[in-house]
């Protein structure tokens, strides 16, 4: 048999982004936790929320059991916005005096840097989410999902993130200095999970502001976190009005999805710009 008639198979490629995307991926995740301190740290606050404050508003304010839960994930909504707020200051760090200079000679698109840290937030976050979730199991808190709520739930928690680490990575290529960040840090991340429902429902808002806490991504991210592991559809009849649940749901999550894909194109198009200056 000659040599041109052996069939060699032609080899199998990976797309040209996916190698240099986990490796940027990899790089930034040692950065971000390198310790279990640094992945663990950020719960504090929100499982003191959902295992002491939220036990302790039911008992002062006299409100049922499901009040907890309520809370509870409520908490969801102050983790998300200061996990991706530090993970975005960690840019800023990495600006200044990492290796993020030389990565921007490297022949790759810009973008991938911003996916590539974006990937990190979002599986960070994952984890920190679901420990909050099991530890609030683990408490006694109850939930009420179905299969259908826990994808409710997932598509809410995952589009937030996505458009929260856009509007950090926003934040840091406009901001020169970490201190000026971490200033802003509680304007953004924390002053609307105030008015979003996270304590109370929205309604219980002076008239104005349940105006505006209908426009914040946070209160349609809530009502449709709760919806799906509650089976409650109050938050998304404050926001609606209307009598079918399903359809509340996927009208929320379609405005948590375009904040998601106008935050994350908005990211990538100021990281590109801040590159060159």
Do not use: C
Not at 184 to 196: D, E, G, S
Not at 207 to 212: A, C, E, G, I, K
């Amino acid at each position: 048999m000659s040599t041109a008639e052996i069939a060699i198979p032609a080899p199998t490629r990976r797309p040209r982004a996916l190698g240099p995307l986990a490796t940027l991926a990899r790089r930034r995740f040692q950065l971000t936790a390198r310790t279990p301190r640094e992945l663990f740290v950020p719960l504090l606050t929100p499982i003191m929320f959902a295992l002491v404050i939220a036990p302790a508003l039911k008992t002062a304010l006299h409100t049922s059991a499901s009040y907890e839960s309520f809370v509870a994930i409520g908490t969801v909504g102050l983790l998300i916005p200061l996990n991706t707020m530090f993970s975005g200051l960690s840019v800023i760090v990495d600006r200044i005096s990492g290796a993020q200079p030389e990565l921007l000679t490297a022949p790759i698109p810009r973008g991938l840097l911003v996916i590539g840290n974006l990937l990190v937030a979002l599986a960070i976050t994952a984890l920190q989410v679901g420990v909050l979730i099991a530890v609030a199991v683990a408490r006694g808190i109850h939930f009420h999902a179905t299969g259908t709520g826990v994808l409710w739930f997932v598509a809410a928690g995952v589009l937030f993130t996505v458009g929260m680490y856009g509007l950090a990575e926003i934040l840091a290529g406009r901001v020169p200095r970490q201190e000026e960040y971490i200033a802003r840090v509680p304007a953004i991340a924390i002053l609307p999970w105030f008015l979003a429902g996270a304590l109370f429902p929205i309604i219980a808002l002076p008239s104005f502001l349940t105006w505006v806490a209908k426009f914040l991504p946070l209160t349609h991210g809530l009502a449709l976190m709760r919806y799906g592991l509650l089976q409650d559809s109050t938050g998304l009849h404050a926001i609606w009005g209307l009598s079918d649940p399903t359809a509340m749901a996927a009208l929320s999550l379609a405005v948590i999805g375009g904040f998601a894909l106008l935050l994350t194109a908005a990211s990538i198009r100021v990281f590109s710009r801040s590159a060159v200056r």
